[in-house]
């Protein structure tokens, strides 16, 4: 069986490991220069800043599994057990940053990044289905899993025949607006090095020094889905944020400040299974939309989508 997965996020690579295993021939192709989607890690200087997933908890055995393999390869570390009080329940981080997990996932993965998707359409030959590339190339496949935020896999599919109605058709998301910035000087974050919604803009503030993450004083700040939407647009956002930001400097200051803007940042409405099969099972659609807002959902959804082809 051949299988092209639309996204390298993490999703998408832990569904391709996971046929891999099972002697399946596995293709996947992402738009972006690199792997990870929202598992995103930035340089600025000589600063390592994470901006899309900041930390990750886990609950499932499943995941579990994958995550003591990671620490015992020193790619995971635990931050800490709770932002405001100690909860026990780790708070768990690539030491590296986020986007060095999905970066472990993908090796020895068949993996073309800079290639978009454009649509996917029944095949002439052996296989069942063409994903056709923005270049006017095709990937054949017997199966194909879609892990793009849902509105993108709907629109991907406008050729196939394969209709999404109900809620998928519907279906939305929170965007976020990022802010990265380097310090002269150590941040006031408290102890803990995070802070999570004590704000009017901010729902998250992450210290990547505290994390592990980052050698050069650097802090990511995420703005809340309401305060994203209303500012989407505006034109002066690193001044807007910078002004946000301020309290929370101590006595640092910014030296450098980057905007990155998420806009499928988090599904508003989780799809009651972890993944969605046509009646051939030959479509299959995952992602954090169907497991859960979280990393853990989406590794949950790869796995199941992995699953619904082997069976
Ligand atoms: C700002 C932010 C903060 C977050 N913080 C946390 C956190 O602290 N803890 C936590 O657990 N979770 C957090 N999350 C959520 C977590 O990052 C996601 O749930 C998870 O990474 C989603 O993985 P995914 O594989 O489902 O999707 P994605 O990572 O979005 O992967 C989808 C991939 O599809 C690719 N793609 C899309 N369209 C095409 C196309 N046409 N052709 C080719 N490729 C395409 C994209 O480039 C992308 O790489 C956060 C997310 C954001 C944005």
């Given at each position: 069986m051949k299988v092209v997965i639309v996204g390298a996020g993490l999703s998408g690579l832990v569904a391709a490991r996971e046929l891999t295993g099972h002697g399946v021939d596995v293709c996947v192709v992402d738009k972006g220069r690199s792997v990870g989607g929202r598992l995103a890690t930035r340089r600025i200087g000589s600063a390592r800043l994470d901006h899309g997933a900041q930390f990750f908890t886990v609950r499932t055995p499943a995941f579990q599994r994958r995550v003591d393999d990671w620490i015992d390869r020193g790619l995971v570390h635990v931050w800490n057990h709770g932002f405001d009080d100690d909860d026990g329940y780790p708070r768990y981080v690539g030491s590296a940053g986020m986007n060095s997990l999905a970066k472990d996932l993908a090796r020895g993965l068949d993996v073309e990044t800079s290639t978009m998707a454009f649509t996917v359409r029944a095949a002439n030959g052996e296989q069942r289905w063409d994903v056709v590339i923005d270049d006017g190339s095709a990937r054949p496949a017997d199966a194909v899993i879609l892990t793009c935020p849902i509105p993108q896999s709907i629109a991907l599919l406008v050729d196939s025949g394969v209709e999404l109605g109900g809620p998928m058709a519907s279906a939305d998301y929170d965007r976020t607006i990022g802010l990265l910035a380097t310090l002269d000087g150590p941040a006031a974050?408290?102890?803990?090095?995070g802070v999570q919604h004590r704000d009017e803009v901010f729902s998250f503030i992450g210290d990547n020094v505290a994390k592990g993450v980052s050698t050069e004083q650097a802090l990511t700040f995420h703005a809340n889905p309401v305060w994203s939407e209303e500012h989407w647009?505006?034109?002066d956002l690193v001044d807007r944020l910078v002004a946000a930001a301020t309290p929370w400097l101590g006595r640092a200051s910014i030296v450098q400040a980057q905007v990155k803007k998420w806009r499928f940042a988090t599904p508003r409405v989780v799809w009651p299974e972890p993944c969605w099969t046509t009646a051939d099972e030959s479509i299959v659609l995952a992602g954090?939309?169907?497991?859960?807002?979280k990393v853990e959902g989406a590794h949950s959804s790869g796995l199941a989508a992995a699953h619904a082809l082997v069976r």
């Open positions: 974050l408290g102890e803990s090095g647009d505006d034109d954090d939309a169907f497991a859960g807002p």
